[in-house]
């Protein structure tokens, strides 16, 4: 704060050693309206200039201070005829920066070209428009959440121009009627919400009277530090719009604690210098419409709309204090037939350039258009300067890339959402790049299925290596075979001990003979079953290792049988006798050891061939 007033003197003082007039024109009547509705501070300025010189004038010279030009966003002139509803203007005139030869330093110039020459005693009335940002200095720089903000703008009450003026007067439009102080000159009246200053006769070029307004402004002071705006057409009919914001509140800082229960309970009274909502102008036609930040999809927000317009009303997820700053994305989708056309064999893209949301002032704006791949030849139209440069996009299924036009602006306000153009050429043919591909990607993997379903993979039928598998596998099977006959054995055993026990539980020792001789004729057919595989495997090179377990668990298994017949025997002998249980027990004892012990080395010889 006190360095701008600092500069602001320091421009004054420079201006008053500076009084010669530029040339013979003159502004014979001027009136000034400067707007403080909002952050953005704009000036209007109708000019009546006339030619009193012999020759005849093509441009006129617009001065700025240097302070006022690092802030100027927007300036445009034109010229105007008639009065009230019959005032016609014309289109906006060119404008250049200039640097005229014994002119005050501390200025920056800028040249309007006239539509033609002025001659001699003629006149035009002339309309500057501009728009500065960061103008307005919020004073005091800090507030708590129950203060109000003020702000304060300075200016000079005199029109600065290399030009004498013989009538200007000033009005100064304040967003509400509530003024803490202002500068108090000659012919100055406060009157609802404006500030009048003048009218002044005669004045000298480079006239100046400096004026401070102190006022109450709880106007949103939302700034975007950065905006991305990525625009990309797809010749398939959409035009996809997505918009990165990263977003601060530059009014006066918010010093102490934030009470959430005080700003429910009283917004307007606890909050009034902050804002928790901002309202976006979208296109009428928007679709597929998202809010959302680095957490996810926000849905504190409205959409409604009519025929000519989409207003989102977007809410931030905690209210906007001085000082405070948020991130978030809005998407949303357009109809492509309402933003490209075709002109002279070349397509162009028509579409905003600016921010969709008024109140935002960007400091650094970029939009990026994303052109279909293929595009060539591409040229660019915009009614204001900006930085141009070309990157280039990889999407889905793209193969050389996209290119991507770049443009970007600083210090970029809602007067800069204006159309522009983006010319390129775009074969139809490059239309059936990504569906040939699909097609083409498609056809080959079914290509390649059918060939895998039907190819033969296997390995040569006569190479050594197929001969070895085989003969391998026909040890195993011979293997499975033999295991699976001694298990059956095994089976029969225990029916062998089965009908035992129930000879001791009935005394039935037909019963038990019986099954005795069942178990013969089936342990004899599986010993013919078993003499094939044995056979093989003793035939079979590579089962020269295995053979000996083998051998020896089937000689196991017939010593097995061998016993059990014996205990069988012995016990149905004796019970035929009528001996008594210890007496059996006694006769039976060596020969139960022995079945036991043949039983467990079975077992074991069984374990080791089924892990071979």
């Known amino acids: 704060?006190?360095?701008?007033?600092?500069?602001?003197?320091?421009?004054?003082?420079?201006?008053?050693?500076?009084?010669?007039?530029?040339?013979?024109?003159?502004?014979s009547k001027l009136d000034r309206k400067i707007d403080l509705t909002s952050q953005v501070v704009r000036v209007t300025a109708n000019l009546k200039i006339e030619n009193t010189g012999n020759d005849p004038i093509s441009e006129v010279l617009l001065p700025f201070g240097d302070h006022q030009a690092k802030d100027l966003a927007f300036l445009v002139a034109t010229t105007s005829e008639g009065k009230g509803k019959t005032k016609t203007s014309s289109s906006s005139l060119p404008i250049k920066v200039v640097n005229p030869?014994?002119?005050?330093?501390?200025?920056?110039?800028?040249?309007?070209?006239?539509?033609?020459?002025?001659?001699?005693?003629?006149?035009?009335?002339?309309?500057?428009?501009?728009?500065?940002?960061?103008?307005?200095?919020?004073?005091?720089?800090?507030?708590?959440?129950?203060?109000?903000?003020?702000?304060?703008?300075?200016?000079?009450a005199y029109y600065i121009s290399p030009y004498a003026v013989n009538v200007q007067s000033l009005s100064v439009k304040l967003p509400e009627p509530k003024v803490e102080s202002y500068t108090k000159l000659e012919n100055t009246k406060f009157s609802g919400s404006e500030i009048k200053y003048g009218p002044y006769e005669n004045l000298p070029p480079f006239s100046f009277s400096?004026?401070?307004?102190?006022?109450?402004?709880?106007?949103?002071?939302?700034?975007?530090?950065?905006?991305?705006?990525?625009?990309?057409?797809?010749?398939?009919?959409?035009?996809q719009i997505t918009e990165h914001y990263n977003l601060v509140n530059a009014g006066a800082r918010s010093s102490g604690e934030f009470s959430r229960l005080e700003y429910q309970a009283r917004p307007h009274l606890r909050g009034a210098s902050s804002f928790g909502h901002l309202v976006a102008k979208l296109p009428p036609r928007a679709h597929s419409i998202y809010y959302r930040d680095e957490i996810g999809n926000i849905s504190t927000s409205n959409l409604w709309g009519d025929s000519s317009k989409t207003l989102l009303?977007?809410?931030?997820?905690?209210?906007?204090?001085?000082?405070?700053?948020?991130s978030f994305t809005i998407g949303y989708g357009l109809p492509l037939k309402d933003y490209l056309f075709r002109a002279e064999g070349k397509r162009f893209l028509n579409i905003s350039f600016g921010c969709p949301i008024e109140e935002v002032v960007v400091e650094n704006l970029v939009v990026k258009v994303v052109l279909p791949e293929g595009s060539k030849d591409i040229s660019v139209s915009v009614p204001f300067p900006v930085k141009e440069s070309r990157e280039t996009k990889f999407s889905h299924l793209d193969m050389i890339g996209r290119p991507v036009v770049v443009l970007e602006k600083t210090n970029a306000v809602h007067e800069h959402n204006q159309y522009f153009q983006v010319y390129y050429r775009f074969s139809n043919l490059s239309l059936l790049r990504e569906p040939m591909m699909l097609i083409s990607g498609f056809f080959f993997l079914f290509v390649a299925c059918i060939i895998y379903m039907h190819a033969d993979l296997t390995i040569s039928k006569s190479s050594p290596s197929y001969l070895a598998k085989?003969?391998?596998?026909?040890?195993?099977?011979?293997?499975?075979?033999?295991?699976?006959?001694?298990?059956?054995?095994?089976g029969i055993h225990d029916k062998l001990e089965a009908s035992l026990r129930e000879l001791s539980r009935t005394g039935d020792v037909q019963a038990c003979k019986a099954a005795r001789k069942s178990a013969d004729n089936m342990l004899k057919e599986l010993s013919k079953d078993l003499k094939p595989s044995l056979s093989f495997l003793q035939s079979s090179p590579l089962s020269a290792s295995l053979y000996s377990k083998v051998e020896?668990?089937?000689a196991k298994e017939k010593e097995l049988q061998?016993?059990?017949?014996?205990?069988?025997?012995?016990?149905?002998?004796?019970?035929?006798?009528?001996?008594?249980?210890?007496?059996?027990?006694?006769?039976i004892a060596p020969i139960q050891q022995r079945i036991t012990a043949l039983r467990q080395e079975v077992d074991d010889l069984l374990e080791i061939i089924d892990e071979i």
């Not at 009303?313 to 948020?326: A, D, L, N, S």
């Not at 085989?470 to 095994?490: F, K, M, P, Y």
């Open 470 to 490: 085989l003969q391998w596998d026909e040890v195993q099977t011979a293997l499975q075979q033999i295991q699976s006959i001694i298990n059956r054995c095994l």
């Open 562 to 587: 061998e016993k059990l017949i014996v205990k069988h025997t012995t016990v149905t002998d004796s019970y035929e006798k009528k001996s008594g249980g210890r007496d059996i027990e006694n006769r």
């Open 210 to 239: 400096h004026i401070a307004v102190h006022f109450v402004s709880n106007k949103p002071f939302a700034v975007a530090q950065e905006l991305v705006r990525e625009i990309e057409v797809s010749h398939w009919g959409n035009v």
């Open 313 to 326: 009303q977007i809410e931030p997820r905690y209210p906007m204090f001085g000082g405070w700053k948020t």
């Open 101 to 156: 030869e014994g002119m005050p330093p501390s200025l920056t110039w800028y040249s309007v070209s006239l539509p033609k020459e002025l001659a001699k005693g003629k006149s035009l009335n002339l309309e500057v428009r501009t728009a500065f940002t960061h103008a307005l200095q919020p004073f005091p720089e800090k507030i708590t959440q129950a203060d109000i903000q003020l702000l304060v703008f300075q200016e000079s």
């Open 1 to 27: 704060m006190t360095i701008r007033l600092y500069l602001l003197f320091s421009f004054f003082v420079l201006l008053a050693q500076w009084s010669p007039a530029l040339s013979d024109l003159v502004i």
């Open 552 to 554: 020896d668990l089937v």
